[in-house]
């Protein structure tokens, strides 16, 4: 199946930051602020966002790689909010421009990119593993 894709194609999602979400939480750190696996998510959540709708039933989309910069810490009590753009794609493959930001400023940015999959072949051959 051909899947075209609108370029341009942009979600933004957005997460208050708790001590639920921190580096502590996550074990990647040792500070009280937004972990690094908190915003890759977030990222990857407005991502799955931008494309979704034009997908046919039956398909979906499985993170594959993710080059994120985090370059600003975000305190408890603020809101970050994550961007996905799509910039690029090649057949099923999409690339992502991922963008962050808190009141203050940039967070993070990167890329990212994604397969697009047929998602009940894609979960059998998963489960097929603990065969």
Do not use: W
């Amino acid at each position: 199946m051909d899947f075209v894709l609108k370029t341009d194609s942009a979600a933004t999602c957005s997460e208050l930051v708790t001590t639920d979400n921190t580096a502590i939480k996550f074990a990647s750190g040792t500070a009280p602020v937004y972990a690094t696996p908190a915003l890759v998510g977030l990222m990857e959540h407005a991502a799955v966002q931008a494309v979704s709708s034009q997908l046919p039933e039956g398909f979906s989309t499985v993170g594959i790689e993710m080059n994120v910069k985090h370059v600003s810490a975000t305190p408890i009590g603020l809101t970050v909010k994550a961007k996905a753009t799509l910039t690029s794609q090649d057949r099923r493959k999409l690339t992502f421009h991922v963008e962050a930001y808190d009141d203050a400023g940039l967070v993070g940015e990167g890329t990212h990119e994604r397969f697009i999959i047929e998602s009940a072949p894609f979960v059998a051959k998963a489960e097929s593993k603990k065969k």
